[in-house]
């Protein structure tokens, strides 16, 4: 048994984890029986409860619901918690644990939650967990505010990094899992080495989790990013992929996606060590599979991911096709937490005539995943909610994996605007390799001819050098059209800030002539020159000449004190 304190708080009480409150008046208060993450912890696996309480009490008592001897403890001291392990062994039963706390004068207090054990994770093939603690970190509760520190050196000394890229407090650990801590103030306070703020959220992206499944499917692997509300250091998420499924799982996925023909692999989310549930905002997964199997069955429409959520229930999503990733499909859902998950097929009849689910994470943004890409071999990934429709990379060494993010901008400061007609500022980023690993860089995108025809423009793009503080003109290739867009693609030398602008023809270049029929550029001619006279020189475009703050370029992150 393990001793962790918990806050003191006395007032209101404590919401326990189904939304329910205990209050008593006094001697000992607030009674609180946390439960493991997983309500539905498979059998033979350890988890573990926390009991907690504010007072004295005499005696503790734990009964688990399974017929086994109760936990009791009539030893406290100061101490206001305790964690409880237990396993039970039984799968698909349902046992009630209840915790019991007494003192003479006061009398007793009990609550109760309800765990439903399903049957053991079938043979893991691959499994990695990830954990939020940042050496070097102290958090103290104030007001209802989570304040935290960070100490720079800590964090490097462990073979980490830390800094500010895009104000928010970014720490970077030794296994490659990327925190990023948002704070009331942003950046957060510098001083003395230590990085301090109010936490807002927290996001944590760990490195992807691989494994060979073979046959058809090939290598899989599952990658996500998780937002919280709150910085939990013992919180910890275990990805285990399993190329069988348990028969409790079969049945779940089969009550959310009757029309299941065959079920590629199954992915466990094992949660422990958090203290707040509802903490989890959202997590978006990647799940991945060989894209000759996804053409085998039917293609990308014939894809689902299922899930069997902690309380029972289950879902089936359809997911959002992200890109390529070497021989394999990479697929998108986003949701509102971890817990059993399958990537499945459906027939073709089943599928909807367009992708639809939970794919995006926000309305302005678009994220890919590539995983295994060999040297020389280039990949793209489609990404949404941008003028920025596809990102094609070309690395010069082999890439185990890597992630590109595209976020609309909605405006920029007033003294960094180009003198150009701008549709949209994007900005791109390039996680968990090194942007030098790259020989080629290319950006497709799209704008609607109805701008472009007001504008008397041809489609453009601009590129933000920060080293020199100059918008840079790209080669822009128009490649073909819709009824209601043009779409052309540049090639960039980085990933950075982007503007999509109007431009005349003079660096837009293999244009369909339907397109220049609809769209005329007025291109004003120089006065004519009198007879004798020297020529007027034309003037040069004076640069551009911004600074700007740094901002992150994959990771290689420039971390910088502010």
Same mark, same amino acid.
């Given at each position: ?13 404590? *919401? ?33 409860? !926390? ?42 039963? @349902?046992? #009630? ?20 054990? !399903?049957?053991?994770?079938? @043979?893991?093939?691959?499994?990695? #967990? ?20 960070? *100490? ?25 899992? !990327?925190?990023?801590?948002? #704070?009331?103030?942003? &950046?957060?306070?510098?001083? *003395? ?13 760990? &490195?992807?989790?691989?494994?060979? !499944? $073979? $046959? ?25 992929? =399993? ?13 959310? %996606? ?23 905002? @959202? ?14 069955? /039917?293609?990308?429409? %014939? ?33 509102? =937490?971890?817990?059993?998950? =399958? ?8 599928? +909807?005539? /367009? ?10 943004? =678009? ?34 994996? %890597? ?17 150009a007609s701008v549709y949209e500022y994007d900005f791109s ?27 008397? #423009? ?18 822009? *290739?128009?490649? /073909? ?12 030398? /980085? ?24 769209i005329t550029p007025i291109v004003t001619p120089p006065a ?8 007027? +020189? ?25």
């Amino acid at each position: 048994m393990g001793e962790h304190q918990l806050p003191h708080n006395p007032s209101p009480p404590i *919401n326990i984890a189904d939304g329910s409150e205990i209050a008593v008046d006094g001697g000992f208060a607030h009674p609180v029986l946390i439960p493991p993450p997983q309500l539905t912890p498979p059998a033979n696996q350890d988890i573990m409860f !926390i009991a907690g309480w504010e007072g004295h009490p005499d005696f503790l008592s734990l009964d688990f619901g399974d017929g086994t001897a109760p936990y009791t403890s009539s030893t406290f001291g100061d101490v206001t918690s305790v964690n409880i392990n237990h396993t039970y062994v039984t799968p698909d039963t @349902e046992y #009630t644990a209840v915790l019991t706390l007494s003192r003479d004068d006061v009398g007793e207090q009990s609550v109760s939650t309800i765990i439903s054990v !399903i049957q053991q994770v079938p @043979e893991k093939i691959a499994d990695e #967990t990830a954990t939020l603690e940042i050496p070097g970190t102290v958090i103290t509760e104030n007001g209802g505010s989570q304040q935290i520190l960070v *100490n720079e050196s800590r964090v490097r000394d462990a073979g980490g990094d830390a800094g500010t890229p895009d104000n928010v407090l970014t720490v970077i650990k030794s296994d490659r899992t !990327i925190l990023r801590i948002n #704070t009331e103030s942003a &950046p957060p306070v510098y001083q *003395n080495g230590n990085y301090t703020g109010n936490v807002t959220g927290v996001t944590m992206i760990p &490195p992807a989790v691989n494994a060979t !499944i $073979g $046959g058809d499917i090939g290598r899989a692997a599952v990658d996500f990013s998780v937002t919280m509300g709150d910085y939990q250091s013992e919180a910890r998420i275990e990805t285990s992929i =399993g190329k069988e499924v348990a028969d409790d799982a079969r049945n779940a996925f089969t009550l959310a %996606c009757p029309e299941i023909e065959e079920i590629a692999y199954t992915v466990y989310f094992t949660k422990s060590g958090f203290t707040n549930y509802s903490s989890i905002q @959202e997590a978006t997964i990647n799940f991945s599979a060989k894209t000759s199997w996804v053409n085998s069955i /039917g293609g990308n429409d %014939c894809v689902r991911i299922v899930r069997w959520l902690d309380d029972g229930t289950s879902v089936s999503y359809t997911p959002k096709f992200v890109g390529f990733s070497g021989e394999n499909s990479v697929f998108q859902v986003t949701t509102d =937490g971890f817990s059993v998950y =399958g990537v499945v097929s459906v027939p073709p009849a089943a599928s +909807p005539s /367009g992708s639809s689910g939970s794919g995006g994470s926000k309305a302005n943004a =678009g994220v890919g995943l590539i995983l295994d890409l060999n040297a020389g071999e280039k990949a793209s990934v489609s990404l949404d909610n941008t003028a920025i429709t596809d990102v094609t990379v070309w690395p010069v060494k082999g890439i185990s994996e %890597c992630m590109v993010t595209v976020e609309k901008k909605l405006s920029i400061p007033q003294d960094m605007e180009p003198n150009a007609s701008v549709y949209e500022y994007d900005f791109s980023k390039f996680y968990k390799a090194e942007v030098t690993a790259l020989s080629k860089i290319v950006y497709t995108f799209s704008m609607p001819k109805q701008w472009l025809t007001a504008n008397h #423009t041809l489609p453009g793009m601009l590129f933000y050098d920060e080293e020199s503080g100059e918008w840079n003109i790209l080669a822009v *290739n128009v490649t /073909g059209e819709t009824d209601e867009y043009v779409v052309a693609e540049a090639e960039a030398p /980085g990933f950075g800030l982007l503007a999509i602008v109007g431009s005349d023809t003079s660096g837009t270049t293999d244009i369909p002539p339907s397109v220049t029929e609809e769209i005329t550029p007025i291109v004003t001619p120089p006065a004519p020159e009198e007879p004798g006279s020297e020529p007027t +020189p034309q003037p040069t475009p004076a640069p551009f000449l911004i600074v700007i703050p740094a901002v992150c370029m994959g990771l290689a992150l420039y971390l910088k004190r502010l």
